[in-house]
């Protein structure tokens, strides 16, 4: 079994990971907002054009996707964003991260990190935020993981984003 060194390793207090889980639901629920109304936007007008649908009748069809898919993908999706939790850490490798010991690939043959930088968050937080990249048939499609950067980690987390981009990307 090879051993890896981690990128990087943060611990946390409980309720310093309790108040960023309250900031990234927030942000993932917002995220989720948008992702159903898009969805309540286009799939009726795409079924009225391609189908030859209704308004009413595509509307109707849309409205359980709309509700339906952004609310699976929050339940099965961010497992890893739990309250309480008891010693919480971050632990970021080449291919995956382990959040709170739920693994996340984040670089294999079909997924890469498309972008890494650091974003500003509520109460002067800052969060690190890992863009993930993969292929699908309909094209290229992304999902990002935000990771709370404890307040005597950000020299760390702004050179891991440098050497991110200095490497080979």
């Known amino acids: 079994m090879k051993t890896e060194n981690p990128l990087i390793q943060w611990q946390y ?13 927030a ?3 917002e995220d989720n907002i948008y992702f159903g ?11 009225m054009f391609y189908r030859g649908t209704s308004f009413l ?11 339906l898919i952004p609310f699976l993908r929050m339940k099965f999706s961010y ?7 008891f010693n919480p850490h971050v632990i970021l490798y080449n291919d995956y991260m382990l959040i709170n010991n739920h693994r996340i690939e984040v670089a294999s043959k079909r997924k890469r ?6 974003i500003d968050a509520k109460s002067n937080k800052k969060l690190l935020e890992v863009d993930i990249q993969w292929a699908t048939r309909k094209g290229p499609t992304n999902d990002e993981f935000r990771i709370l950067i404890p307040e005597n980690k950000l020299s760390e987390a702004e050179k891991l984003v440098e050497n991110f981009y ?3 990307n």
């Open 79 to 85: 497992k890893h964003l739990q309250k309480n939790v």
């Open 37 to 47: 109304l898009a969805i309540l936007l286009i799939v009726p007008f795409g079924l």
């Open 57 to 67: 009748f595509s509307l109707l069809f849309s409205i359980p996707f709309a509700v």
């Open 27 to 29: 942000n993932k629920k």
């Open 113 to 118: 990190i498309k972008n890494l930088k650091i």
């Open 13 to 25: 207090s409980q309720e310093e990971w309790n108040e960023f889980v309250d900031i990234e639901k």
């Open 166 to 168: 200095s490497d080979d």
